[in-house]
């Protein structure tokens, strides 16, 4: 049977037809099947048709998806602008690449949809071709379950020192991935990508996992930085020669990849009541799933891991998960995170700087370049006026209005500007979720495993907290720099393992410089086990109302000293 596009919206429609016979009785079953989408085939154009008509009806429903292996073709995915936070700036790319920062493919895309189940039955999508997987647009009540999102030769390349004699290294590459050799310079190659080996901007800084540690990964120079001559000496093998070349083990495999976050791998925009369960996400161009103005969260039961069988360690080559000015609740179970560039989860809210104020209307700016272009706010929230340096509250004021009058600039009006001055930032109050994250593991992670600055309540329990290069979790607040937003004033973390963490098990550092106000409240911390191999323990600072009781440390020399404080109050430590 040859089914044409034309053939597949009118099989859609009768289904559609049929099914709304029943309609308010019962959940809408829809067969992917039916409607030419088969294992084994291409599908973008007929997941784009299916996605849109869905769109028409409102009431609850299911697509189905026979269990197997479907394949998306980049080049049969229609071009969006989608304005993803803490992704790409507008001047990341050169103007003679084709790659135009937010203008995204997206594998599937979903827009003005309610109540839809998308039931995988275990099925992968593999998609050829550098883009966002999945993104969602003003939806509610979506359920993504029992689905595999993997990449074919995505711009992840493994290299591993194979041998070492004196100045020389020998490399090793996967041999997945396509590299081409132009008159002397090589470079890696896929779908939409084409990159030189050695390339300052795009591969300056590359991911190693040593061979004596695969659970410990950090960030490296690019391991051809330095080299005197480089050259191939068979295929996917290569010999560089330095003047010294004490920094290379045999079996250390360097990691590189384009630093540009260009595409996630789940964006969810504007939605409610978002859920993500029984899912694995295998390759990541920058962040695994971004949730950005979204109400209530829910991911159970996701593995974000490399594929078992490909041996590879890293599959994310920016944060797993990015939490950005969402409300509610965000919830995330029996979950795995192993082998990203960056945080495992970061929630946040946006500091916007104040540049002009007019009576009731303020313009505000987006200070950092990786975010902007998007309206964060919702009429009717609730707001603060923050003092960028001690990060203290100096007034507040609720939302009556707001809009997007340029690229960096939103504009608002409030019902109150008592205690708001230009140069300071706003916080919204409104947009800081409860946070529960229990039964996780983190592992193999090159920057912080979570990184929370919500007013929200946050329950941090029964998690594992294997290896980490900086804080296990990091509770911060900043107007400065990244701008990500707020004190946090309900904390609980207890009954979790934390073992290699490179850095502090909890570190709570406000940047609110030499200040000596305290930033977040309540924090307690009970029932974990330490494992304090590198003499690593707790540090405090600007915080007030912190129980510290009832955990176990082991391996530690440093007991009596591993609560460090600066300018806390009502420090209680019960060990």
């Not at 040859?2 to 049929?18: A, G, M, P, Y």
């Not at 229609?78 to 304005?83: D, G, P, W």
């Not at 009058?405 to 001055?421: Q, Y």
């Not at 912080?448 to 594992?464: A, D, F, P, Q, S």
Request: hydrophobic share 35%.
């Amino acid at each position: 049977m040859i089914c044409t596009v034309k053939s597949v919206i009118l099989l859609f429609n009768e289904q559609l037809n049929l099914s709304m016979r029943g309609k308010g009785e019962q959940n809408m079953i829809f067969y992917a099947k039916d409607f030419g989408i088969l294992p084994d085939s291409e599908i973008a154009k007929k997941l784009d048709t299916v996605f849109s008509e869905i769109a028409k009806t409102g009431d609850e429903k299911t697509l189905v998806f026979e269990k197997g292996v479907y394949r998306i073709d980049l080049d049969n995915c229609k071009t969006r602008t989608l304005y993803i936070t803490n992704t790409v700036g507008d001047k990341e790319f050169s103007e003679s690449e084709k790659s135009k920062p937010h203008m995204s493919k997206a594998a599937m895309y979903l827009k003005d949809i309610k109540n839809l189940t998308i039931q995988g039955n275990g099925s992968t999508f593999t998609v050829d071709g550098h883009c966002t997987n999945i993104a969602l647009e003003n939806c509610e009540n979506i359920t993504i379950d029992g689905i595999e999102l993997d990449t074919v030769n995505p711009p992840l390349h493994e290299m591993t020192v194979v041998e070492k004699k004196g100045g020389s290294v020998v490399f090793e590459l996967d041999k997945n991935c396509k590299y081409v050799n132009e008159n002397g310079t090589f470079y890696f190659v896929g779908k939409n990508y084409k990159h030189k080996f050695y390339n300052k901007l795009v591969y300056s800084s590359p991911a190693l996992v040593r061979a004596d540690d695969l659970d410990h990964m950090e960030r490296v120079f690019n391991p051809f930085a330095g080299a005197r001559s480089f050259k191939e000496i068979e295929p996917y093998k290569f010999k560089a020669k330095y003047f010294s070349a004490k920094r290379f083990k045999l079996g250390d495999k360097y990691y590189l990849f384009d630093l540009r976050r260009e595409n996630v791998g789940i964006f969810v925009n504007s939605c409610k009541n978002f859920t993500l369960k029984n899912s694995a996400q295998r390759y990541n161009c920058s962040l695994a799933l971004v949730c950005q103005k979204t109400e209530n969260i829910t991911v159970d039961n996701v593995d974000f891991s490399p594929k078992p069988e490909s041996g590879k360690l890293l599959c994310s080559i920016a944060d797993f998960m990015q939490i950005c000015m969402c409300k509610g609740q965000v919830s995330v179970t029996n979950s795995n995170f192993c082998g990203a560039s960056d945080d495992a989860i970061n929630v946040h809210g946006i500091h916007m700087y104040i540049k002009k104020i007019d009576g009731n209307t303020l313009t505000l700016k987006f200070k950092h370049p990786q975010t902007h272009a998007f309206n964060p706010f919702f009429d009717g929230d609730d707001i603060e006026y923050v003092d960028r340096f001690t990060l203290e509250c100096m007034g507040k004021a609720k939302i009556l209005t707001s809009k997007l009058i340029s690229e960096h600039t939103v504009e608002i009006t409030v019902d109150s500007t008592l205690g708001a001055k230009e140069g300071m930032v706003i916080e919204d109050v409104t947009l800081c979720p409860d946070f529960y994250y229990a039964g996780n593991t983190i592992n193999r992670i090159t920057t912080r495993g979570i990184l929370v600055t919500t007013r929200g309540k946050v329950v941090i329990e029964n998690n594992k907290f294997i290896n980490t290069n900086m804080a296990a979790i990091l509770i911060s607040d900043d107007a400065k720099s990244w701008y990500e937003s707020g004190p946090c004033k309900d904390v609980t973390i207890r009954n979790n393992y934390f073992g290699e963490c490179y850095a502090h098990f909890l570190s709570v550092l406000p940047e609110n410089g030499k200040n000596k106000n305290q930033v977040h409240k309540n924090i307690t911390v009970e029932g974990n086990t330490f494992d304090a191999k590198h003499d690593m323990g707790i540090s405090l600072k600007g915080a007030e109302n912190i129980t510290i009781k009832n955990n176990k440390i082991i391996s530690s020399k440093k007991k009596n000293h591993f609560v460090k404080a600066v300018n806390c109050k009502n420090l209680v430590i019960e060990q």
